[in-house]
């Protein structure tokens, strides 16, 4: 396996993962989660669900999610598939997260935004190796802002031919990964770790996969 290691104070412009921005004004919306703990527990279908032959266990299995735009309905069929998009009431009662949505929306050429969640993965947590497949990863990119990570983090994303790419993606910072490809994280530290996912369609980015 073959791995490309980047320092952080670089900006990094792999095939697999490429930032976009950093600096972005996290603080703010941190403090707001803190002070609202039981939106974890609103849906957990992401860490929950099962596809019996090909994803026994789901890959999220050690995070938790709060929804902002999500998919209609808490099914295979409608996460995979619809491009339809319900809003919850956690966009406007969590009027933090509106900011940093639009700056990440200019940030990387948007013309149309999919869903948006925050996924904390689980201090001692792993994202199992996957690929997103089905209609709805086909249409948007996946971007993440980095909201908390400790060192002991690292992303990765694998192609085909056995390139890697790896990352510690520090807070405030902005990537474009190729979700079609397989990709994992684990969290080696002692504290959680935050990510805001954002997909949209955007097209520069979209030339960056061919798949
Ligand atoms: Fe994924």
Redesign the pocket.
Known sequence: MTFELVESEQMINGSLIKLVKKSLSIKPLIDRLEQEPSLWKENTWRQDYVVKLDRPIS?QQDTEAIMFRWAPENTIESVRDSLNITIHSNLSNIKEVQPLIVECLIACGAVECGRVFIAKLKPGGTVIP?S?YGMYADHFERFHLVLTSEDGNRFFVQDTNGWCESYYMKPGEFFWFN?KEN?WAINQSQKPRMHMIIDCVAPTYRRERVI
Do not use: E, Y
Request: hydrophobic residues 0%.
């Open positions: 890959p996957h997103d979700h990709h």
